[in-house]
């Protein structure tokens, strides 16, 4: 790494330097971050690799596999040993993934010089089941209400997820619902549709539901929820996509979906744009407002 008037670049600096590198899947930059003589273990001391000779073929064959990106979700340093806390996120052509991990380096004379890192749970994307419906329904139930806070009313929240959201089972019968799993647990529920239906559960139909042409109508991003307990690990991401890709198999050139608000930053991440702002008229006189998103693929 090069030095800007001699001034030392601090061990945070280094590692935040190696973490856009692999995001960057760039091999020739995380070479030049360790140290020639780095080692990387498995924590405590299962040794993976030594030097540049072990560890640039280690990060080419893991780029290649699932196309990892790191997730931070907190860093802690102390000296010369950084440590983070990461989801990082992985694409492979049977699906996608997602694995907790503590990775700590040893950054010594700006390089690093030691890491350790230790593997939590992997969450695994999956299609949704018939038997799956009610532990959806249920997680349905407690994401709408809580993860609707500070963007809707407690009224407004109750009211949508009373009448609005669910399962729509066709999609489950069209294997266009998934569920992201972590240790047996239900995490996360969401889909596509090559259906006409822009949202809403079963209840909320009331004819046929044709489907769509993918050389002139974009198909559907149809209703992603998280468990409360894991928003902001990146869930939401995973779902798009492993949707996107799959829409883009069967020919579709665009997405679109009608977002409630605490849905609109995930999808302005992803690279959607806000088409239209609507109001949803529900029981008792409640209006939600939703926006309509588009996306070309």
């Known amino acids: 790494m090069a030095l800007a008037n001699d001034t030392r670049i601090s061990p945070v600096a280094v590692v935040q330097a190696q973490l856009d590198a692999y995001n960057a899947h760039d091999v020739p930059a995380l070479l030049a971050i360790y140290a020639d003589d780095a080692q990387q273990f498995q924590h405590p001391d299962t040794l993976l690799a030594t030097g540049s000779g072990q560890i640039g073929p280690r990060f080419t064959a893991r780029f ?5 990106h790191a997730q931070l979700l907190n860093r802690i340093a102390c000296g010369k040993l950084v440590i983070d806390h990461e989801i990082v996120h992985g694409d492979t052509d049977d699906g996608v993934s997602a694995q907790e991990l503590v990775a700590t380096y040893e950054v010594e004379q700006e390089r690093i010089s030691r890491a350790w890192f230790s593997f939590g749970a992997l969450s695994s994307l999956r299609v949704a089941l018939p038997a799956d419906v009610p532990a959806m329904n249920a997680l349905i139930a407690r994401s709408g209400v809580a993860l609707s806070a500070g963007f809707y009313t407690p009224e407004q929240a109750e009211s949508v997820t009373r009448h609005v959201f669910g399962v729509d089972t066709q999609l489950v019968a069209d294997q266009t619902y998934f569920v992201i799993e972590r240790e047996g647990a239900m995490l996360a529920c969401g889909g596509w549709s090559r259906r006409a239906t822009l949202y ?3 209840r909320a139909k009331s004819g046929p539901d044709p489907l769509l042409d993918p050389a002139s ?6 209703a ?3 468990e409360p307990g894991a928003a902001r690990q990146g869930l939401g991401s ?3 996509r492993h949707c ?3 829409a883009l198999a069967a020919g579709f050139t665009a997405l679109e979906l009608a977002a409630t608000l605490p849905g609109v930053p995930l999808y302005l991440a992803s690279g959607f744009a806000v088409t239209e702002e609507f109001y949803l008229d529900l029981p008792d006189g409640i209006k939600l407002p939703l926006a309509r998103m588009h996306k070309r693929l």
Do not use: H, T, Y
């Not at 109508?217 to 149809?222: H, L, S, V, Y």
């Open 200 to 202: 809403g559960a079963d």
């Open 217 to 222: 109508q974009p198909g559907r991003i149809r």
């Open 64 to 68: 290649a596999a699932s196309k990892p």
């Open 238 to 240: 995973m779902l798009m």
């Open 224 to 226: 992603f929820f998280v």
């Open 244 to 246: 996107e890709r799959q």
